[in-house]
């Protein structure tokens, strides 16, 4: 029953705060007067009748507001009224709201910006299962640069290794593509076997490569991206008849991959690698690397195990110089891809965070400087009867608003500027 | 109900105005001087104490209020007695028992 009650009141207190006030007030100067009755009664002069009952009362806007604070759902109503009263100062200094807006928007808004920037390429992991798992492989030269990979050694590699459960070589190129809707210039990506079962990525129609695509002469085949599909060959569900025409060879469009797999970045074509024979060099670079690491090997294990493959091929074989390989090296494809700009945007992010600093301490001295001559408005309120914290709270919801309407702009200007 | 010291101060305020309303319905300043008659004095509520209390009260639903005319006839609002509030100053008369037979225990201890 008594919630029934509780809630009926909250109800009241917040849809019919006129009568509740208005019944308030009455009830309060009833009392002044009834004080003022008994004094004049006990023999007192009236005008001084009414001082005493005034004394006793102890001021009619200090005791409503202590029923007020008492009140069910009073907390809202005190926050509806901080926002007024916020608005209205902020308000009333345009200049000084203006400038502090502006200076919290601006910071906001690169801090974000360039924060976007850090989380899609350094913190967001790769979109593909356990991508943390998947490594790049390099060679490292004379010099101890990391160099890409020749066909003997990749073969090696992907032969001898303990520590991958898959690994690809896969290069790009830009070529240009008929026998679609219309004539392209499609960037395509030659790709070992194994490819797709490093990314762990299926395709969601038709089939993968096999190993008797790859072999030299087998007929071309290619695995195209789910936007290819739809837009250039119509989506088809029978891909029998999808074929595509790349320097003079037929292509049989065998499968097409999920929305969202662009690997290497912005291919639609995925096509098998050395179908002309492969390059039986030792010292031409023309592949990158990439394998899905074994279920509890290491990183370092990795490393040991290619380092080891590689050296051998460096001592034992018959092209020796300097462009021969002299180890090799495995690394998470992640850092592997964003490696050189990982410390500059660090740098970049470590700046516009302390431009948020300065931005936030220039704000606090603006917001201090009007709080100095606020005094006497401060007085005024605790005069009246309003608590410390109610006060407290006033500037903090001041500060709130400024902060939410400076991030908001913020907000919108770095959405603006990394689309 | 806040625990530390106010929670018994508070609690004794509710109590008293309960209390003073088990003699029937009356309006603030009648609450107060009956508080003052009934305690020989010892306490004097204040209006700054009393309202906020009437009010809280209320909402809980152990009184409930109507306007009606004073003893010389100006309006005024009255309060009386709930079945919740009969409730209340029962659950409340006990606990202070309690509390005032620990305290005088405590102080009696050598």
């Given amino acids: ?419 | 109900m806040k625990p530390g010291p106010t929670s018994l101060l508070q609690g004794t305020l509710d109590l008293l105005i309960l209390k003073a309303l088990v003699a029937g319905e009356m309006h603030g300043l009648g609450i107060s001087r009956r508080i003052q008659q009934i305690t020989g004095g010892t306490f004097v509520v204040k209006p700054g104490s009393l309202f906020p209390a009437l009010h809280r009260m209320e909402e809980e639903g152990w009184i409930s209020s109507f306007w009606g005319d004073s003893e010389n006839n100006r309006r005024a609002k009255y309060y009386r007695l709930t079945k919740a509030g009969m409730k209340q100053l029962e659950a409340e008369t006990k606990r202070w028992g309690r509390v005032s037979w620990a305290i005088a225990q405590a102080l009696e201890a050598s």
């Fill in chain 1, 1 to 419: 029953m008594p919630v029934f009650v509780k809630a009926r009141r909250f109800l009241r207190n917040l849809f019919s705060s006129r009568r509740v006030e208005l019944d308030l007030d009455q009830e309060v100067h009833a009392h002044l007067e009834m004080l003022t009755d008994e004094n004049i009664r006990a023999g007192m002069p009236p005008e001084e009748a009414q001082r005493a009952a005034r004394i006793e009362l102890g001021g009619i806007e200090q005791v409503k507001e202590q029923v007020r604070e008492e009140r069910v759902g009073n907390w809202l109503h005190s926050v509806l009224s901080d926002y007024r009263y916020g608005l209205r100062q902020l308000r009333k200094n345009p200049g000084a709201t203006a400038v502090m807006v502006f200076t919290l928007a601006l910071a906001i808004g690169a801090t974000t910006a360039i924060f976007s920037v850090v989380y899609g390429v350094l913190l967001r992991p790769l979109p593909y299962a356990d991508a943390n798992r998947i490594m790049a492989v390099f060679e490292v030269n004379s010099e101890g640069r990391w160099a890409h990979l020749a066909d003997p050694n990749f073969d090696d590699f992907r032969d001898q290794n303990r520590s991958f459960q898959a690994i690809a070589k896969y290069n790009d190129y830009v070529v240009s593509v008929s026998g679609a809707s219309q004539p392209t210039r499609t960037k395509v990506a030659h790709v070992s076997p194994d490819f797709l079962k490093v990314f762990g990525i299926p395709p969601i129609l038709g089939r993968d490569f096999t190993a008797s695509d790859a072999k030299k002469g087998a007929g071309p085949t290619a695995l195209v991206s789910y936007g290819y599909w739809r837009q250039d060959l119509g989506s088809p569900r029978d891909l029998s008849q999808a074929h595509l025409k790349i320097d003079g060879a037929v292509y049989s469009v065998i499968g097409v991959l999920p929305a969202g797999f662009r690997f290497p970045a912005d291919v639609d074509l995925w096509l098998p690698a050395d179908l002309d024979g492969e390059n039986r060099s030792r010292t031409s670079h023309n592949y990158n690397a990439a394998g899905r690491l074994r279920d509890g090997v290491t990183v370092e294990q990795a490393n040991r195990d290619i380092s080891a493959i590689a050296r051998r091929i460096h001592d034992t074989s018959s092209e020796q110089g300097d462009y021969l390989l002299k180890d090799g090296i495995v690394v998470p494809l992640q850092d592997s891809i964003t490696g050189k700009a990982r410390s500059p945007l660090l740098v970049l992010l470590g700046a516009v965070g302390f431009l948020l600093l300065v931005a936030c301490a220039n704000v606090a001295n603006l917001l201090l400087a009007q709080a100095s001559v606020r005094a006497r408005e401060l007085a005024i309120r605790s005069a009246l009867g309003a608590a410390r914290g109610r006060l407290i709270r006033q500037f903090l919801t001041e500060a709130f608003l400024l902060s939410l309407v400076g991030g908001g702009l913020g907000i919108f200007g770095a959405f603006w500027g990394v689309a």
